[in-house]
């Protein structure tokens, strides 16, 4: 059975702050790992993508996977308050443009950073 | 990335009508999904909409309640059929664009209350 845990929050942290979320999974063929925002009334945007473990760089934003523990986080480098979102997690066994699977998502972890 | 557009971006509608969701590409893309996302929920899929081929539905949708239509590679029509409240939600399409990354992109989402 598919299942991704992520923490709901309000996560809520002041400005400058190194944020910290995470999601755990229990599905072992989960290999491709996503970090979406989601701005409230909008679709959600990609933020980071990767199917390896370890960590991964862009900008403020580092992606950790960790699949020996089923673990992945997201970290936020000197947090702004454009940054207050929800953030979702989401994994798929196979590349998402490659099979016909979709995503499995978390329920998403809303952050608020305090001017 | 993909750029993607929803219509209707929200509606009001009577229980036992039907709405039709149209979602538009400006690129040819594969694969097109439709997900739902209700409050305090994961995006849960619906199904995946392959050009030329009947869609695939995940375990709980079916197509007489959640028709959908693929006419080409860049458009697709979703439809919820005999409404009833518990179908409020956020129906969001995605797309694959492995030219790109093997990750799905969202187009912003439509808002539906049935009433």
């Known amino acids: 059975q598919k299942e991704v845990e992520q923490d709901p929050g309000p996560l809520s942290v002041p400005e400058g702050a190194i944020v910290s979320l995470n999601c755990t999974y229990s599905n072992s063929a989960f290999q491709y790992f996503m970090w979406y925002r989601q701005y409230s009334r909008k679709g959600p945007e990609l933020l980071m993508y990767t199917y390896s473990s370890g960590n991964k760089e862009d900008g403020r934003f580092t992606a950790q996977v960790d699949k020996s523990s089923k673990y992945i986080s997201l970290f936020i480098r000197d947090s702004q308050p454009s940054d207050s979102a929800t953030y979702l997690c989401a994994m798929s066994e196979v590349p998402s443009g490659g099979g016909a699977d979709g995503l499995t998502f978390g329920k998403g972890t809303h952050l608020i950073i305090q001017p | 990335s993909a750029v993607i557009s929803q219509k209707p971006s929200r509606d009001i509608c009577q229980r036992g009508t039907s709405l039709t969701i149209q979602c538009q590409v400006d690129s040819q893309v594969t694969m097109m999904f439709w997900y739902r996302q209700q409050p305090g929920q994961s995006l849960t899929l619906i199904a995946t909409a392959n050009q030329g081929s009947e869609a695939t539905y995940e375990s709980g949708f079916v197509i007489d309640k959640f028709p959908i239509s693929r006419p080409n590679l860049t458009f697709s029509t979703l439809t919820v059929s005999n409404m009833s409240p518990e179908d409020s939600s956020i129906y969001l399409c995605?797309?694959?664009?492995?030219?790109?990354?093997?990750?799905?992109?969202f187009g912003p989402g439509t808002r539906l209350t049935v009433l």
């Open positions: 995605s797309v694959a664009d492995r030219a790109v990354a093997d990750t799905q992109y």
